[in-house]
């Protein structure tokens, strides 16, 4: 089974800031998910990335997966409230069979 | 349209009680799944269904734990001599076969007095 690992762990900062967020794995990714998950909520997909080197913008959002696709990072511009959540990355690579191991999460607070 | 329903949204329930706990996945989705959500988690997966099988169960962590989904739409989570440990936000997700995109419902939080 695949470890993720996210980073930080917790994140705290101000509106208005830029920020990145981290996954790695231990071995390779061959499909990579960005879940964000509200209090209260399930996670909701954000993005799917499935090349090395792949840079997927999602408004002020930008997914990257790492060349060797062992690691993907997201990075959001300008932090606004409404981003506060936390961030789950998922592997997603269990052809014909679907399910998902989740990283540990980064819990994402934007400061008004 | 609506999405995932579980229901209750909330489960108190005493050390030793059964449980059950209900997903209703989107009209049409043909895979269903489990997770479990420790706090401080990322969720993590029990089950996986493909119509009315059960097509991959490793992630359920005993044989307190089983899960039915006998037509291919409704599932219910069962857990019988329910320990503390259980306590956890329980996760339903649905897909339309082959989309590799899951749709999760809200969860039911599940505590073990």
């Known amino acids: 089974t695949q470890l993720l690992e996210q980073s930080p762990q917790f994140l705290s900062i101000q509106e208005g800031e830029n920020l990145t967020v981290y996954c790695n794995s231990s071995?390779?990714?061959?499909?990579l998910q960005w879940y964000r998950q509200e209090p209260g909520e399930g996670p909701v997909l954000l993005v799917t990335v499935v090349t090395g080197g792949e840079v997927k913008k999602l408004k002020r959002l930008t997914f990257q997966f790492g060349d060797a696709r062992k690691d993907s990072s997201l990075h959001i511009t300008a932090a606004q409230p409404g981003d506060t959540g936390l961030y789950l990355c998922a592997d997603a690579s269990n052809f014909g069979n679907e399910k998902l191991t989740f990283g540990t999460g980064t819990r994402l607070t934007i400061i008004p | 349209g609506a999405g995932v329903s579980q229901t209750p949204s909330n489960k108190v329930t005493e050390k030793g009680k059964y449980v059950e706990l209900r997903c209703d996945p989107i009209s049409g989705h043909t895979a269903l799944y489990w997770y479990r959500q420790s706090l401080g988690q990322g969720p993590e997966f029990l089950i996986y269904f493909q119509g009315t099988g059960a097509a991959d169960d490793s992630g359920l962590p005993n044989d307190r734990f089983f899960a039915v989904r006998p037509e291919g739409s409704v599932s219910t989570l069962k857990i019988q001599r329910t320990e503390r440990g259980d306590s956890a936000v329980y996760l339903c997700?649905?897909?339309?076969?082959?989309?590799?995109?899951?749709?999760f419902g809200p969860g039911t939080r599940l505590t073990v007095l």
């Open positions: 997700a649905s897909s339309p076969r082959g989309t590799g995109t899951q749709y």
């Open positions: 071995s390779v990714f061959s499909s």
